[in-house]
């Protein structure tokens, strides 16, 4: 990852401070895996290593631990690199298997032995569905084209991706009781793993409030990813060195507010993240602490839900699906989440001199909730 510009701030400064090593996501290994295979059926030959383009500019090169050409299909493996991240699928082999098919037919996704398939609704992918993300699905339909205008293909292919022993690692994850079975999904918004070592994160966002304490900021933005961090800079224009990679620390970022204001603080995030800390939780990983539907039940209640509503808020799969459920009744759940989950910030401020507000994004980066700017 670069290093940001001159003041030292940003998520980029906030990982070089942390001294971790950044890895790959399995939507990166995939991509990869899916490059080598399809050019290895256009020319003969697999490239290895073999590189690729991420969605904010890297071009990192993977090795290929697993290659087969035959009867008109080839195969690629990528072991998955988490860095110094305690990922559950570090170390995994990530395979694709690519087959050519007629013209006009685009590029299809399947489920191959470890990667789970979608079976209830709430995801950002229709049930029956394999577990392939859509930034992931995104990059390798276009590194196909790509490798195509480069060898003279069509670019219609299917694209098999698995994941050895991925069956057996999903019970780790929270895949089961999404109803993802079969398997992990493939997952990735960057490329790019954070890793996230508490203290040595935490102590990164305290370096970045002060570096944009330093350069005079007086609104910083705290954000738990790369999405919401281009949604804050797209409604504020806040520069890079007011931006905190908060991740799921959110109590972190809170309390050394508190004690080091600022006179605005903005905190942004998926709908999901950001309903667990409406509900009071400041550590918002999936390890952690989980949504609670009773209590956006309860929420939706408060905005007007009957009792109907209210019911299956509280039985849907997910946040998302919640959101979907109040959105289609005309229920804001979103801007009660985000109103929720400022006041939450306000209690743990104590009355510091700080404004806060929330937004709560999609995992598009679309605004579907947002509170009203709120001080002590």
Not at 142 to 148: K, M
Not at 154 to 161: Q, W
Not at 212 to 224: F, M, N, S
Request: aromatic fraction near 4%; charged fraction near 20%.
């Amino acid at each position: 990852m670069g290093e940001a510009g001159g003041g030292g701030g940003g998520r980029a400064a906030q990982l070089k401070h942390t001294g971790l090593r950044p890895g790959w996501t399995t939507g990166a290994c995939a991509t990869a895996a899916t490059t080598a295979a399809y050019t290895a059926l256009l020319t003969g030959d697999f490239p290895d290593p073999v590189t690729i383009a991420l969605p904010k500019g890297q071009n990192p090169a993977f090795a290929l631990a697993a290659e087969e050409l035959r009867d008109g299909r080839a195969m690629a493996g990528v072991v998955k690199d988490a860095g110094d991240d305690p990922d559950v699928t570090h170390g995994a082999l990530v395979r694709a298997t690519v087959r050519i098919l007629p013209a006009g037919s685009g590029v299809v996704f399947r489920a191959g032995a470890g990667v789970g398939t979608v079976t209830r609704p709430g995801l950002p992918l229709d049930v029956g569905e394999p577990a392939i993300n859509p930034v992931p699905r995104q990059m390798m339909r276009e590194h196909i084209a790509r490798a195509a205008a480069r060898h003279g293909g069509s670019g219609d292919a299917e694209i098999t991706v698995s994941v050895d022993h991925g069956e057996e690692i999903a019970r780790s994850t929270w895949n089961p009781r999404l109803g993802i079975l079969g398997g992990l999904s493939i997952l990735g918004t960057t490329g790019i793993v954070v890793p996230y070592s508490c203290s040595a994160w935490i102590d990164s966002i305290r370096r970045g409030v002060d570096v944009a304490r330093a350069a005079g900021r007086t609104h910083v933005a705290g954000c738990t990813g790369s999405t919401s961090e281009k949604t804050v800079v797209s409604l504020y224009g806040l520069p890079e060195d007011a931006l905190l990679d908060m991740g799921d620390f959110a109590g972190a970022v809170l309390k050394y507010v508190r004690r080091h204001p600022v006179d605005r603080l903005t905190v942004c995030g998926g709908f999901a993240k950001l309903s667990k800390l409406a509900a009071g939780h400041l550590d918002l990983h999936s390890a952690r602490s989980q949504v609670d539907k009773g209590f956006l039940a309860e929420l939706a209640r408060a905005g007007g839900a009957d009792e109907a509503l209210a019911v299956e808020v509280a039985a849907a799969n997910t946040g998302l699906a919640a959101l979907q459920l109040c959105a289609a009744r005309g229920v804001p759940l979103g801007d009660l989440v985000a109103a929720a989950a400022r006041d939450q910030a306000l209690g743990v401020l104590r009355g510091a001199p700080v404004t806060v507000d929330v937004v709560c994004v999609d995992r598009a980066g679309t605004v579907v909730g947002r509170s009203s700017p709120k001080g002590p």
